[in-house]
């Protein structure tokens, strides 16, 4: 995305496996792999908010901006300056060819 240039940050795409079954018994999600990317980071301001869906986002969340179609999924979460997004929310833009992830950010980080 041309408006974005400069903008891009490096940040962490932590990425949800699926559960599966492992000997007879199921295995709930765990984070497969952790991936080094690129995005844009927008916070959620107050004005933003009142645009989203009611309780959907807050201030304190973030956009994020990645080049092209969709690579990531909802679970998925993104880890910026040490603070951990979970994806909700995903829209690609094939005008402009980047996708926009809306993330809420993630308090209890232990």
């Known amino acids: 995305m041309k408006a ?18 492992v000997d007879g018994e ?3 999600a765990a984070f497969a ?3 080094d ?19 959907r986002y ?16 909802s679970g998925d979460l993104i880890e910026y300056k040490s603070v951990k997004y979970r994806i909700g929310d995903i829209s690609e833009r094939d005008e402009g060819n980047y996708t926009m992830y809306m993330t809420q950010r993630i308090y209890d980080q232990n």
């Open 4 to 21: 974005l240039t400069g903008e891009y940050k490096d940040v962490k795409v932590h990425v949800l496996k699926s559960g599966e079954y």
């Open 26 to 28: 199921w295995v709930n």
């Open 33 to 35: 792999e952790i991936v």
């Open 37 to 55: 990317v690129k995005m844009a980071p927008r916070p959620v301001t107050l004005t933003l908010e009142k645009k989203l869906p009611e309780g």
């Open 58 to 73: 807050k201030a304190g969340d973030m956009k994020f901006y990645a080049a092209g179609k969709a690579l990531y999924k």
